[in-house]
């Protein structure tokens, strides 16, 4: 054979050998053997394994494998088997599974910022780590403090790594607290020394503060009033706390006495009075009579909260009670007797109307110098006044003038007895303004009793 023929054959041969290789049909998988794969706990194996029989010339039809069961709960590395069987056929092919914890840890911390104050070097966090696998593995947490954040790295058996930061924050917004020793108010008598009763300043960062704190303010002691006295604090944040410290300068109390006495009631007007007499917890006086006896009821209200019931005539009318001496007490037993059914007591305090000194009475000359006589025999005192409100007179005041009217008359008097008429709105009205004078200025109120001092008037008739 010349050489010629030997090149054809060998080359046809390679073509038959090789056109065998290529289209021989084969089972094929779609991993190759000995494949090594990673799975996390309880995942399921990859099924994506796929085998096919036939060629990549020709074509692969797919066909069914049996895969091994493997218990990927835990970890470990399994060898799994694939087997493919078509037509007789049959491949078989191994792969390695590891099962591997793939679950970082967790880390759990107190907070998720921490706030300290600017000034502040050391403080404390709690914090936990937990791992599926490992559990509590807070020990191995690695803790890095920078200025602005605390770092925590958790590093698992299985190199799953947990990082958390923590950032740092420098702020203080609160404000400081400062505590007046013996109180927030404090009562002084005039022309006594003010001594400051100390105070202290504390701050959630800067600690005891107090020498930072700057008063101001001024009492003067020779005035009675009320004075403020402030306190001031900033901490180094620029928090800045106020409070005051009220001063009241009272002048000392007086032997003086103030009777308040209220003629001509009971009216509508004499619930508004007795509620002002029970706020100030001052007695007073009722000269009573019987014109308004809708209104009665206040007599009694009025004598159990401590006031005096005085009687004052039963129908003020000047022309009958006035009209002589039978007449005058015909009237006052009635008044009397009304008292007496109102509050239990007979009264024994008496006030001509007009006062002793009236000269409407001059009807009957001489009468008031004889019912003077004759009602103090019958165990009565009678009361006049030395100082008078002017609500009686025609003119309706405003309640501040009733009021001023009664305190330009204030003085160095042993005692004032002081007419007012709970008939006159505005009247009633000053009464508030009257006593909180009166007790600023050192005067003691007091209801009018058979032992009282009685201010009579020079009689005139
Ligand atoms: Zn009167």
Known sequence: MNKKYIFIITIALIII???FLILKKNIIFSIPNNYHAYIGLN???????????GNKILGCKNIKIDVDTID????????????AQYKGHKKQITSKIS??????????TENEEIKICPNQTEYDMKYTAYDNIGGDITPKII???????IALLALDTSYNVTLKTIPIKKED?????????NGNSIAIPVNTTYNEPGYEALDNCDGNITDKVTITGNVDTS???????????TDTSSNQTTVTRNINVYKMATNQVIYLTFDDGPSKYT????????????????????RNPSYNYNITRAYQEGHSIGLHTNTHNYSTIYSSIGAYFNDLNTISETVKNLTGEYSKLIRFPGGSSNTVSKITPGIMTSLSQLVTEKGYKYFDWNISSGDAEGKVLSSDNYAQNVIKSLGTNPYYVVLQHDTNANSVKAVSKIIEYGQAHGYRFEALNTNSPTTHHKISN
């Open 143 to 149: 803790k890095k403090t920078f200025d602005d954040k």
């Open 271 to 290: 619930s508004e009075l007795l509620d002002i007499l029970a706020k100030y917890n001052v007695k007073a006086t009722f000269f009573v009579t019987g």
């Open 223 to 233: 005035k009675p009033g009320n004075y403020e006295i402030t306190y001031t604090v």
């Open 43 to 53: 995942e399921e194996i990859n099924t994506e394994v796929t085998a096919c029989y």
């Open 99 to 108: 099962v591997i914890d793939k679950d970082k840890p967790v880390i759990t």
């Open 72 to 83: 990927t709960s835990k970890i470990g590395t399994y060898v799994v088997k694939y087997t």
């Open 17 to 19: 050998i090789l056109s």
């Open 173 to 181: 917004k609160e404000q400081p607290t400062i505590t007046l020793k």
